[in-house]
């Protein structure tokens, strides 16, 4: 079994995180599908409310008696969301994309008075290091290879540079990763794990509308782009990121025409809902990691992970080992 030291500071089986990712894409059943396989489910909460967050964290209670987190995206933080969700006492209370600004310890403090361990998501060193200097337990280092928002590094030169700048701190590569040889990689560039979003999207318990799953399996990973077009349509600022999504008939009906989606923003707006609800996957962005070129089936997350974790297991026992001989 591939055992880390991550998995020791939250008592978790296999070194395995579902991300965070909002705006509906995590759900309980998911998030609690995640942790009852041995690794660990973090929900996101952008879009949310506290009173609607509350209830997930209490179906996420019901469906499991294993660890879990929930994620807060830093620069849109609401109080009322951070309360409920402290007040749900997760193991976990993640973070990322904190505005330059924004005093970073104060929100860990109240998370580590809850009795949360802090995790802290960055796609470049220096926001890392901020966030271990205000009292992260863990750091995740995520590559421009990953769906949704992202920065420019890609996971292979970022993750050691993380391990390196922020050690003796557990790290997880986040970003371009789908099965076990991504999960030996990472360990193999010093993380103590690794932690998923575009896999687990393709998975049974994942709240995606069929056709978006499909249009996932389907992706052969060279057809992600980095685009603003997505937030400019939502009419959201997001601090210093593009996001990768899927380069559907949305993003190219858009693409360069950003001023005419400005000025039409309400109605694609409507359009985007719209097209989501009716699992029109070209017509609604698509936050997608360039992993999908590996996903080729949709899964139950418990098969996900487990296969990862033995994938992983298999390489580093019967590839990497014998590899290595006495001179
Ligand atoms: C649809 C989607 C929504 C996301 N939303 C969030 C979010 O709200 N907070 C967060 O910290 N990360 C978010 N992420 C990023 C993931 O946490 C993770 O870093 C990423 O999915 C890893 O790359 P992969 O998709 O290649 O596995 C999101 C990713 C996707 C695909």
């Known amino acids: 079994m591939v055992h880390t030291r991550f ?16 705006g509906g894409a995590t759900v309980a059943a998911l998030v609690a599908a995640v942790s009852n396989s041995g690794g660990l489910g973090i929900l996101g909460t952008s879009g ?3 009173s609607k967050l509350k209830a997930e964290a209490e179906a996420i209670r019901r ?40 005093d970073l310890r104060s929100y860990f ?6 009795g949360c361990k802090v995790m802290y998501m960055g796609g470049e060193v220096p926001e ?5 200097e205000a009292g992260a337990d863990i750091i995740v280092a995520q590559g421009t290879e990953a769906g949704g928002h992202v920065a420019w590094m890609a996971s292979l030169p970022l993750v050691p540079m993380v391990v390196q700048a922020v050690a003796p701190l557990p790290v997880l590569a986040a970003g371009g990763i789908a099965d076990g040889r991504g999960l030996a990689a990472a360990l193999a560039l010093g993380a103590d794990g690794v932690l998923i979003g575009t896999r687990l999207l393709a998975s049974n318990e994942s709240p995606l509308h069929p056709n978006f799953k499909q249009a996932i399996v389907r992706s052969d990973g060279h057809d992600t782009v980095l685009t603003e077009i997505p937030d400019v349509a939502a009419g959201r ?3 210093g990121a593009m996001s990768r999504a899927l380069r559907n008939d949305f993003i190219q009906r858009w693409a ?17 809902l719209e097209a989501r609800k009716q699992g029109d996957a070209d017509n609604a ?25 033995a994938e992983a297991e298999e390489i580093i026992k019967n590839r990497l080992a014998v590899l290595v001989r006495s001179r």
């Open 48 to 50: 949310t409310d506290g």
């Open 63 to 102: 469906a499991t008696d294993k660890p879990f987190g929930i994620n807060h995206l830093l620069f849109e933080v609401d109080e009322e969301r951070f309360s409920a969700a402290l007040a749900a006492r997760p193991a976990v209370a993640s973070f990322a994309w904190a505005r330059p600004d924004q």
């Open 7 to 22: 998995c020791d500071l939250l008592g978790i089986r296999h070194p395995i995180v579902l991300g965070g990712m909002g």
């Open 237 to 239: 600022i997001w601090p």
């Open 256 to 272: 360069g025409r950003e001023w005419a989606l400005r000025q039409n923003q309400r109605a694609v707006a409507q359009s985007v």
């Open 128 to 132: 890392t290091v901020r966030a271990a």
């Open 109 to 114: 403090d109240r998370s580590h008075e809850a």
């Open 285 to 309: 962005p698509l936050f997608i990691g360039q992993d999908a070129g590996l996903i080729d089936a949709i899964k139950s997350a418990a098969e996900i992970v487990e296969g990862m974790a």
